[in-house]
């Protein structure tokens, strides 16, 4: 093969690797797990208003409120097995909790700006304190390592932190508008987070100590 040749192999190698790199660069900027990596990054910065445009607010304070519902009339209409009346009763409390749903659905909304915003600041009254240090290739990182990724639908996935069985965090995403937003926190995650609450409230709260 003459230099010309080599040369032209040598091109078309180098076009090849380009090509894949751009289609790789392309992919991961369209990724959920990037787009979770820099809201992540956004709350590390304490720039909780650049975390929030990952976030659509009402979407999951609406998810939240659909959970609180149904889980505040079973709690009030009572376990079906001991109580006849329990089917007939759910309607009637999920319809009374209608009534304040509206407020309700704002203090949730106040709620998840509140607690990004408490994340964000890394106060000691924040859920989580979050390291400072690395920059966005330690968020990814920590994405990749500690958040689990599942596809539910071609524009929708749904993303859990921590433990399988008692998760730190379960949400939903979905591409809205060239990002992945969260758009809805998990039914059963919420479940499990109000459930004890709202069945045996006296269990959240501690014991009486003997003096």
């Given at each position: 093969?003459?230099?010309?040749?080599?040369?032209?192999?040598?091109?078309?190698?180098?076009?090849?690797?380009?090509?894949?790199?751009?289609?790789?660069?392309?992919?991961?900027?369209?990724?959920?797990?990037?787009?979770?990596?820099?809201?992540?990054?956004?709350?590390?910065?304490?720039?909780?208003?650049?975390?929030?445009?990952?976030?659509?607010?009402?979407?999951?304070?609406?998810?939240?409120?659909?959970?609180?519902?149904?889980?505040?009339?079973?709690?009030?209409?009572?376990?079906?097995?001991?109580?006849?009346?329990?089917?007939?009763?759910?309607?009637?409390?999920?319809?009374?909790?209608?009534?304040?749903?509206?407020?309700?659905?704002?203090?949730?909304?106040?709620?998840?700006?509140?607690?990004?915003?408490?994340?964000?600041?890394?106060?000691?009254?924040?859920?989580?304190?979050?390291?400072?240090?690395?920059?966005?290739?330690?968020?990814?990182?920590?994405?990749?390592?500690?958040?689990?990724?599942?596809?539910?639908?071609?524009?929708?996935?749904?993303?859990?932190?921590?433990?399988?069985?008692?998760?730190?965090?379960?949400?939903?995403?979905?591409?809205?508008?060239?990002?992945?937003?969260?758009?809805?926190?998990?039914?059963d995650w919420v479940a499990?987070?109000?459930?004890?609450?709202?069945?045996?409230?006296?269990?959240?709260?501690?014991?009486?100590?003997?003096?």
């Amino acid at each position: 093969m003459g230099t010309s040749g080599r040369l032209t192999v040598a091109f078309l190698g180098v076009l090849v690797a380009s090509v894949a790199g751009f289609t790789a660069a392309g992919w991961a900027s369209r990724s959920p797990q990037v787009h979770a990596a820099r809201m992540l990054q956004a709350l590390r910065n304490g720039d909780a208003e650049q975390a929030l445009q990952w976030v659509d607010v009402p979407a999951v304070a609406a998810s939240v409120v659909d959970v609180l519902q149904e889980e505040w009339a079973a709690a009030r209409a009572g376990d079906p097995g001991r109580y006849v009346a329990s089917p007939l009763a759910r309607p009637l409390f999920r319809a009374a909790f209608g009534l304040a749903r509206g407020q309700v659905q704002r203090r949730v909304e106040e709620e998840i700006r509140a607690t990004l915003r408490r994340i964000a600041a890394g106060g000691p009254d924040s859920p989580v304190r979050l390291p400072r240090w690395g920059g966005l290739p330690v968020s990814v990182a920590a994405v990749l390592w500690f958040a689990d990724f599942q596809w539910v639908a071609q524009d929708r996935v749904r993303v859990s932190a921590g433990p399988q069985d008692r998760p730190w965090v379960r949400v939903e995403m979905a591409w809205r508008q060239g990002r992945w937003v969260v758009v809805a926190a998990d039914r059963d995650w919420v479940a499990s987070l109000v459930r004890p609450r709202l069945v045996n409230p006296e269990a959240q709260q501690p014991a009486p100590t003997d003096r």
